[in-house]
């Protein structure tokens, strides 16, 4: 896993990377997902292929074309054809009506087959078995035979031509099975109405309402699977209606309303209060606060004023401003974070690829189960083993049918992931959304993940007589000069303030020492300990409290005004306001907390000290972050990395699963597994939280799934007949293996109900 990171950071030519999405039709059961990822994976180019059952949709990425893709599918016994619609709302309309189509389909075979099942079964019931005995009985059956054949052509025939095109190909799944049970009940069923003199008394029984009912019931199980299904869908669904329809261009001094297509890059647009954020852009005219929540999971607004960020599907609250387009399309941030999540909802963790496998050849055994009862009631049967055994073995076949195993995993990924986007976590793969359950050591970024990762002004302690406007009007304006960063926190703080810098004169920096100017004849001077003692200023009233300062994580910087000391600055990266509670949430988890800085040692203590993190490595180069991520993974540590910035790269590469701040750079966000939309760690808890749920949710259904198939199997070959003479009937198990995918989808749209604990 880690390598496949590394080498996504190398550059990849485009047309290797190329991505072809498929709609798959015919697909019935995880073991046809198996078969269809083989087949496009054995061509030529094809780099991957991951197929998502609950939305019958493939991505393929690598240099291939359409035509080869689609060749493939339709030689392995589907149909498939290329995704056209335009955008990622287009899609989902398409596959909203195409999934309403087939619902409505469904339903109407469903009626037709329980409108002769239903009075067939009832009728049964009424007179107790259905035997053939005389003339009247044959005539009388042989036409019902014949409404059961209709049933089977008009409802069923999907099940059988799947059986078919599986059969030609040499394999086996769950229309297999379907087809088996109800053809073998109706075939014996006609042998008993034409030839009954060949059967003994005692097994001359007809079984046509099993047929009927078996294919309504299945059908039925279908139709609300493909009903609840759609319920997954709604995390994209909230996306996409966060995108602006329209936006409204200013062209030759006029604002022009345009369709949000027809955005072009550094196209001027004015938004106004209460409008949505058209396209990803930079403020260059007013000022407002912007409600980020939807993307970010933060509630507050965010102030934006020139030179500001703001992104497509954001929401003005206040001011108007004109903004520059600097994305457009599908470059936005929000087409991205769309993609990505489809994209993770489309891909499989390792517990889904172990239900594929294993359903690959469940189906196969089952027959073979099957054809073993039927020959154990042939020849230990009762008088009327022939009967028995068409009776176990259809409803072997029936019972194990694999749809509900199939479903299992993609239904709680799509769901999981969609929850997690909702939070402002977004996953990029299966995988990540699995191993992120099992983290059992965090690694921490200081600057700029665990703190703000801009310094600002904390402390302002002012010798006697000094006034606090004018010390910090004279440091910023002898700052303005400089490009360090923390004269940069010194500018913004005056400009918070209402403060303007003046011009200075005779400006020069002392390296490694600080700074001096001279302003309105006044000599400055702002530096640290050792300028002070080389010009001999006497600072002995403020070394305790400066020392003290330090040892809090904060750099004190001397200000003198005419060889006299007037000020100590002190100036830090201050920590984020809820990463001691989030840091909090995730050692109550019992994840161990280290944390990485290449800020020296002190300041990194004090850090560690005040967010109650007890292990921690400083003064560290990019490569030994990446080190520290092996070793601790060699100690048979699950290590997540969290950082925010090009340095955290090659860590978040090589750990199991990479965290990057969204707030932080592309590289990074590129490098990692899992990006958190907001700077707050409480992201991290939460995206532990749904990992943790939603690998949960797949247990729960592989389990029922499994423990359903493997107790089902036995009871419908009838090892309970001997001690209690119960046998299952096939309508039963119809009626259970439908509703079973049922169970499944539900159980999956539970965790659209999650809410991680409270902070």
């Given at each position: 896993?880690?390598?496949?990171?590394?080498?996504?950071?190398?550059?990849?030519?485009?047309?290797?990377?190329?991505?072809?999405?498929?709609?798959?039709?015919?697909?019935?059961?995880?073991?046809?997902?198996?078969?269809?990822?083989?087949?496009?994976?054995?061509?030529?180019?094809?780099?991957?292929?991951?197929?998502?059952?609950?939305?019958?949709?493939?991505?393929?990425?690598?240099?291939?074309?359409?035509?080869?893709?689609?060749?493939?599918?339709?030689?392995?016994?589907?149909?498939?054809?290329?995704?056209?619609?335009?955008?990622?709302?287009?899609?989902?309309?398409?596959?909203?009506?195409?999934?309403?189509?087939?619902?409505?389909?469904?339903?109407?075979?469903?009626?037709?087959?329980?409108?002769?099942?239903?009075?067939?079964?009832?009728?049964?019931?009424?007179?107790?078995?259905?035997?053939?005995?005389?003339?009247?009985?044959?005539?009388?059956?042989?036409?019902?035979?014949?409404?059961?054949?209709?049933?089977?052509?008009?409802?069923?025939?999907?099940?059988?031509?799947?059986?078919?095109?599986?059969?030609?190909?040499?394999?086996?799944?769950?229309?297999?099975?379907?087809?088996?049970?109800?053809?073998?009940?109706?075939?014996?069923?006609?042998?008993?109405?034409?030839?009954?003199?060949?059967?003994?008394?005692?097994?001359?029984?007809?079984?046509?309402?099993?047929?009927?009912?078996?294919?309504?019931?299945?059908?039925?199980?279908?139709?609300?699977?493909?009903?609840?299904?759609?319920?997954?869908?709604?995390?994209?669904?909230?996306?996409?209606?966060?995108?602006?329809?329209?936006?409204?261009?200013?062209?030759?001094?006029?604002?022009?309303?345009?369709?949000?297509?027809?955005?072009?890059?550094?196209?001027?647009?004015?938004?106004?209060?209460?409008?949505?954020?058209?396209?990803?852009?930079?403020?260059?005219?007013?000022?407002?606060?912007?409600?980020?929540?939807?993307?970010?999971?933060?509630?507050?607004?965010?102030?934006?004023?020139?030179?500001?960020?703001?992104?497509?599907?954001?929401?003005?609250?206040?001011?108007?401003?004109?903004?520059?387009?600097?994305?457009?399309?599908?470059?936005?941030?929000?087409?991205?974070?769309?993609?990505?999540?489809?994209?993770?909802?489309?891909?499989?963790?390792?517990?889904?690829?172990?239900?594929?496998?294993?359903?690959?050849?469940?189906?196969?055994?089952?027959?073979?189960?099957?054809?073993?009862?039927?020959?154990?009631?042939?020849?230990?049967?009762?008088?009327?083993?022939?009967?028995?055994?068409?009776?176990?073995?259809?409803?072997?076949?029936?019972?194990?049918?694999?749809?509900?195993?199939?479903?299992?995993?993609?239904?709680?990924?799509?769901?999981?992931?969609?929850?997690?986007?909702?939070?402002?976590?977004?996953?990029?793969?299966?995988?990540?959304?699995?191993?992120?359950?099992k983290i059992t050591t965090m690694i921490l970024d200081k600057t700029g993940t665990i703190t703000e990762g801009a310094p600002k002004v904390t402390d302002l302690l002012l010798a006697e007589g000094q006034i606090r406007q004018h010390v910090l009007m004279l440091a910023a304006s002898i700052e303005a000069g400089s490009e360090h960063p923390l004269a940069m926190a010194i500018l913004e703080s005056a400009k918070e303030q209402g403060i303007e810098a003046r011009r200075v004169s005779a400006f020069a920096s002392i390296a490694g020492k600080g700074v001096e100017?001279?302003?309105?004849?006044?000599?400055?001077?702002?530096?640290?300990?050792?300028?002070?003692?080389?010009?001999?200023?006497?600072?002995?009233?403020?070394?305790?409290?400066?020392?003290?300062?330090?040892?809090?994580?904060?750099?004190?910087?001397?200000?003198?005004?005419?060889?006299?000391?007037?000020?100590?600055?002190?100036?830090?990266?201050?920590?984020?306001?809820?990463?001691?509670?989030?840091?909090?949430?995730?050692?109550?988890?019992?994840?161990?907390?280290?944390?990485?800085?290449?800020?020296?040692?002190?300041?990194?203590?004090?850090?560690?000290?005040?967010?109650?993190?007890?292990?921690?490595?400083?003064?560290?180069?990019?490569?030994?972050?990446?080190?520290?991520?092996?070793?601790?993974?060699?100690?048979?540590?699950?290590?997540?990395?969290?950082?925010?910035?090009?340095?955290?790269?090659?860590?978040?590469?090589?750990?199991?699963?990479?965290?990057?701040?969204?707030?932080?750079?592309?590289?990074?966000?590129?490098?990692?597994?899992?990006?958190?939309?907001?700077?707050?760690?409480?992201?991290?808890?939460?995206?532990?939280?749904?990992?943790?749920?939603?690998?949960?949710?797949?247990?729960?259904?592989?389990?029922?799934?499994?423990?359903?198939?493997?107790?089902?199997?036995?009871?419908?070959?009838?090892?309970?007949?001997?001690?209690?003479?119960?046998?299952?009937?096939?309508?039963?198990?119809?009626?259970?293996?439908?509703?079973?995918?049922?169970?499944?989808?539900?159980?999956?749209?539970?965790?659209?109900?999650?809410?991680?604990?409270?902070?």
């Amino acid at each position: 896993m880690q390598q496949g990171k590394v080498d996504a950071l190398n550059s990849v030519n485009a047309a290797e990377t190329e991505e072809h999405q498929l709609i798959i039709d015919g697909a019935s059961c995880a073991s046809c997902v198996t078969k269809i990822e083989k087949a496009l994976r054995a061509v030529k180019g094809v780099k991957s292929a991951d197929m998502n059952f609950a939305q019958r949709s493939v991505i393929v990425t690598g240099n291939v074309k359409d035509a080869s893709l689609i060749t493939a599918v339709e030689i392995a016994g589907y149909n498939a054809k290329v995704d056209t619609s335009g955008s990622e709302e287009e899609a989902l309309d398409e596959k909203e009506k195409a999934d309403w189509q087939y619902y409505k389909k469904l339903m109407r075979d469903m009626t037709i087959a329980l409108l002769l099942g239903v009075p067939l079964m009832i009728y049964g019931l009424m007179i107790g078995e259905m035997t053939v005995n005389t003339t009247g009985e044959r005539i009388g059956w042989l036409a019902v035979g014949l409404a059961t054949l209709g049933v089977m052509y008009f409802s069923g025939k999907h099940f059988y031509i799947g059986a078919w095109n599986s059969l030609k190909n040499h394999s086996a799944n769950m229309d297999t099975l379907i087809a088996l049970g109800t053809g073998t009940a109706w075939v014996y069923s006609m042998v008993v109405v034409a030839v009954p003199e060949l059967l003994p008394q005692m097994a001359r029984h007809v079984y046509f309402e099993a047929t009927a009912m078996i294919i309504g019931l299945i059908n039925l199980g279908l139709a609300l699977e493909v009903k609840a299904r759609g319920k997954t869908s709604e995390a994209i669904k909230r996306l996409i209606g966060l995108q602006a329809k329209t936006a409204r261009v200013v062209r030759d001094g006029k604002d022009i309303d345009i369709p949000i297509e027809d955005v072009l890059l550094n196209d001027l647009i004015r938004v106004r209060p209460g409008e949505k954020i058209s396209v990803d852009g930079l403020v260059v005219e007013g000022h407002t606060a912007v409600d980020e929540s939807m993307l970010t999971g933060e509630p507050m607004p965010v102030e934006k004023s020139d030179g500001d960020k703001v992104v497509a599907g954001t929401i003005n609250k206040s001011g108007s401003v004109v903004f520059k387009a600097t994305r457009v399309g599908k470059d936005t941030a929000l087409a991205q974070i769309i993609n990505m999540v489809k994209r993770a909802q489309n891909s499989k963790p390792p517990i889904g690829r172990l239900a594929d496998v294993i359903s690959a050849y469940f189906v196969p055994v089952i027959m073979i189960i099957a054809v073993l009862s039927a020959l154990a009631w042939l020849n230990f049967g009762p008088s009327s083993a022939v009967a028995f055994a068409i009776v176990s073995a259809t409803t072997v076949l029936i019972i194990a049918c694999p749809c509900a195993l199939g479903l299992a995993t993609p239904m709680s990924v799509m769901v999981g992931v969609g929850k997690a986007a909702e939070a402002g976590v977004l996953i990029r793969n299966g995988e990540a959304l699995q191993t992120a359950s099992k983290i059992t050591t965090m690694i921490l970024d200081k600057t700029g993940t665990i703190t703000e990762g801009a310094p600002k002004v904390t402390d302002l302690l002012l010798a006697e007589g000094q006034i606090r406007q004018h010390v910090l009007m004279l440091a910023a304006s002898i700052e303005a000069g400089s490009e360090h960063p923390l004269a940069m926190a010194i500018l913004e703080s005056a400009k918070e303030q209402g403060i303007e810098a003046r011009r200075v004169s005779a400006f020069a920096s002392i390296a490694g020492k600080g700074v001096e100017a001279v302003l309105d004849d006044s000599q400055l001077l702002f530096g640290n300990e050792k300028l002070m003692k080389e010009r001999s200023i006497d600072i002995r009233a403020f070394i305790d409290r400066a020392q003290t300062l330090a040892e809090e994580a904060k750099t004190p910087m001397y200000f003198a005004i005419n060889n006299k000391i007037a000020a100590v600055i002190a100036v830090a990266d201050p920590i984020k306001t809820d990463s001691i509670e989030a840091i909090k949430r995730l050692q109550s988890n019992g994840i161990r907390i280290v944390m990485l800085t290449g800020d020296n040692r002190l300041t990194a203590k004090a850090i560690a000290s005040k967010v109650g993190i007890t292990e921690f490595v400083a003064e560290v180069m990019p490569e030994d972050k990446a080190n520290k991520v092996a070793q601790l993974q060699k100690e048979g540590e699950i290590v997540g990395m969290t950082g925010d910035g090009i340095n955290d790269a090659p860590a978040l590469a090589h750990a199991n699963v990479g965290f990057a701040i969204g707030t932080g750079t592309d590289v990074a966000i590129e490098s990692a597994d899992i990006t958190l939309m907001r700077g707050s760690l409480h992201g991290l808890a939460d995206a532990i939280a749904v990992s943790k749920a939603t690998l949960t949710n797949i247990k729960q259904n592989l389990f029922g799934a499994f423990i359903y198939n493997v107790a089902g199997v036995p009871i419908a070959a009838g090892i309970l007949y001997p001690f209690f003479g119960l046998l299952l009937s096939p309508i039963i198990a119809g009626a259970a293996m439908a509703f079973s995918s049922l169970t499944v989808v539900t159980n999956a749209n539970r965790l659209r109900f999650f809410k991680a604990k409270d902070h």
